[in-house]
C-alpha cells in the first residue's frame, strides 16, 4: 500500500502549488482530482484534498460529500485556501457549510491563495466586481476581514501563497506517520 496522496481541485493555480509542496513536504504523491477515480484511493493510507474556497464554496466538497463513506476507513486531511486572510468564524462557517459534521471533525487547514482578475473566468470577474461594488458602498462602515482583503486587492495581482500556511498540515502528517511507525 502507498504511504499517501495529496489530491488537487486548482482553477487558478494556487490549491495545485500548495498540493505540490505539501506532496514535496510529506513524501506523497501529488495528483489532479480529474485525473484520480474513487478506487484509486484504496491504495493510499493517507489522503490530503487541496482547493480553494470561492464564494464560501469548496472546489473538492461535491467530490468529498458523495464519496466520503467509500475512503472514511482512510487517514483524511482537509487543506483549502481563498484570497482572504483567516478569520477563524469565517472559516467554521465555510467548513459547517460546505462539509457534514463528520467531515468537518477531520483536521482542516487554510491558507491565503492568489487573486487576479484577469486571469479569472468573465463569470468570477464579473461576480468579483459586483462584491467589489457593494462592498465599496460600505464606505464609514466597518468591513469583514474576507471585505478588507477584497478592497485591498481590488483590481491588482496578488499571490498570497506562503509555506508557513501548509506547516501545521506538514507536522499533522508527520505524527500520523510517526504513530505509524509505533
Avoid at 59 to 83: E, H, M, P, Q, R
Avoid at 165 to 177: A, F, H, M
Wanted: charged share 30%.
Amino acid at each position: 500500500m502507498k504511504k499517501g496522496v495529496v489530491v488537487y481541485k486548482s482553477k487558478y493555480g494556487s490549491s495545485k502549488w500548495y498540493a505540490e509542496k505539501i506532496a514535496y513536504k510529506c513524501n506523497l504523491e501529488c495528483k489532479d482530482l480529474k485525473q484520480i477515480k474513487i478506487d484509486n484511493f484504496k491504495n493510499y493510507e493517507i489522503i490530503i484534498f487541496c482547493g480553494a474556497v470561492y464564494a464560501s464554496g469548496v472546489s473538492y466538497k461535491k467530490f468529498l460529500n458523495k464519496n466520503f463513506d467509500k475512503i472514511k476507513d482512510k487517514k483524511i486531511i482537509l487543506f483549502f485556501n481563498g484570497a482572504s486572510p483567516y478569520d477563524e468564524a469565517t472559516f467554521n462557517n465555510v467548513v459547517k457549510s460546505n462539509f457534514s459534521s463528520e467531515i468537518a471533525s477531520l483536521p482542516i487547514f487554510y491558507g491565503r491563495g492568489m487573486w487576479d482578475l484577469e486571469k479569472m473566468s468573465f463569470t468570477h470577474r464579473v461576480l468579483s466586481k459586483m462584491l467589489i461594488k457593494m462592498v465599496a458602498k460600505k464606505e464609514g462602515k466597518e468591513l469583514q476581514p474576507w471585505e478588507q482583503a477584497l478592497m485591498e486587492a481590488k483590481d491588482k495581482s496578488i499571490n498570497w501563497t506562503d509555506e508557513k500556511y501548509i506547516e501545521p498540515l506538514v507536522d499533522c502528517v508527520l505524527k500520523l506517520d510517526k504513530k505509524q511507525g509505533e
